[in-house]
């Protein structure tokens, strides 16, 4: 009998993508979520097994973890990521778990000026101490933003906290879960790697703008913000931990901790990945 593949973050949009293709390569998948929503039901009538739990709750973490010798490992920005790593490590260990997939970020590293970044760059080194095989996948910003600010861009208008010359080069989450899938699919080749997630074209933020104008039929206006008013756009008020990380990351995108393309999606996802004009197109419905 084949071990299931634990994903957690399966309701999220990695995990969500990385379920699916696993699943069509005939694997069984169990995914740990929050609570049974319209979307685990989703993931359930796919054929995924459905556990429920949290990962700051290591007795759930230890259940989630019974028979599976493969994972991905997601977590928000938010505090606790430390944590919630040692108990993924911890129950991986209990398992004998064979491989582990961990999403960190672009600009993990030690001497980050963003907390979460720094906490990023620990919990890799906390899967590396811990004995189960490993692979950190490093993504850059997410093509999925401008599904964040859909009501904005809508009424004409791209405000981000990253300023107008740094560049990167926007990743759709459906192409990081084909990356995803395909290194559980077959851990071998990838243990111990580091991979930089790229979309296939660098960007700056009026050009993104540009683009998203464009391919909508209407113009959309760049403008810079803090990362305060960012968060308070999106969320109604403020969250202090997440400001910090985006007032820090403007610091790296213009010194170019973002910058860089690479071929990773396409070598191991086997699919070029998305253009910022492709995203839109594709969830235009989103932005009418």
Known sequence: MISPILIAGATGATGRVATKLLLEKGLPVRTLVHKEDDRSAKLQAQGAEIVLGDLLDFSAVRRAFKGAKRAYFVYPIRPGIVQVTAHFAQAALEAKAEFIVNMSQ?????????????????????FDWAGTPVAHLRPTAFNEWLLYMRSQIRDGKYAVPFGPTGRFAPIAAEDQGAVIATILSDPEPHKGQTYELFGPVELTPPEIAEIVGRTLGHEVRYEQISGEQWVRNLYGNDIPFLSQHLDAAVFEHRNGGFAGTNDIVEKIGGRRPMTVAEFVEKHRAAFQ
């Not at 590293?109 to 919990?123: D, F, N, P, R, V």
């Open 106 to 126: 672009r600009t993990s590293h030690q001497h980050s000026k963003s907390g979460a970044a720094l906490q990023h760059w620990l919990a890799e080194r906390v």
